[in-house]
C-alpha cells in the first residue's frame, strides 16, 4: 500500500485504532524518520479524542524507551528498542510479559524473537517520491488479514 499524504496516514492509523484491544502489539519497522512515531501520535490522539480525554504529545521514546498513555480501559505503552542490543535488556524492560490492560507500541522490534499472538508488524519504506510513504502488512492471530 502506498500512502501519499499524511491525512492518509492518519486515516490508516485510525482504522487500525479502531480494531486494537488489550494484548495487542503493534510492531513498528521503517528507517529513521520514515513516520513511525507520526503512525503512534496519530493512532493515540485519535484514542484519546474519541474517549473524550486531553490530547497529549506523542513523542519518540528513543532516550526514555518507553512513554505510557492511559485511556480508560486500557494503556498504551510506546516502546522504541533502537538502543537495545541484546535479549537479556529486552527482558528487563518486561516488554513482553502479560499485561491484560495495555497495548504495546513497539518500534524498532527486530531484537524480539518470540512468536505473540495478535500482533500487527507495519514496515514503513521511503519511496522515490519523497513525501510517500510504502507500508507492508504483517500479522498474527486477528490481524493475520488485515488490510
Do not use: C
Request: hydrophobic residues 35%; proline residues 1%.
Amino acid at each position: 500500500m502506498i500512502i501519499k499524504s499524511l491525512e492518509q496516514l492518519n486515516s490508516f492509523s485510525k482504522k487500525v485504532a479502531n480494531r486494537l484491544k488489550e494484548k495487542d502489539f503493534i510492531f513498528l519497522v521503517g528507517e529513521i524518520g520514515v513516520g513511525k512515531t507520526t503512525f503512534t501520535r496519530f493512532l493515540i490522539n485519535y484514542l484519546q479524542k474519541k474517549e473524550g480525554l486531553k490530547v497529549s504529545e506523542v513523542l519518540s521514546p528513543t532516550f526514555n524507551l518507553l512513554y505510557e498513555y492511559d485511556l480508560k480501559k486500557y494503556k498504551i505503552m510506546h516502546y522504541d528498542l533502537y538502543r537495545l542490543n541484546n535479549e537479556e535488556e529486552l527482558n528487563n524492560l518486561g516488554i513482553l510479559k502479560e499485561n491484560e490492560n495495555a497495548i504495546k507500541i513497539i518500534e524498532w522490534p527486530k531484537i524480539i524473537k518470540i512468536h505473540i499472538s495478535n500482533k500487527l508488524e507495519i514496515n514503513l519504506e521511503y519511496t522515490k517520491k519523497g513525501s510517500e510513504r510504502k507500508l507492508r502488512l504483517f500479522g498474527t492471530g486477528k490481524w493475520k488479514n488485515f488490510e
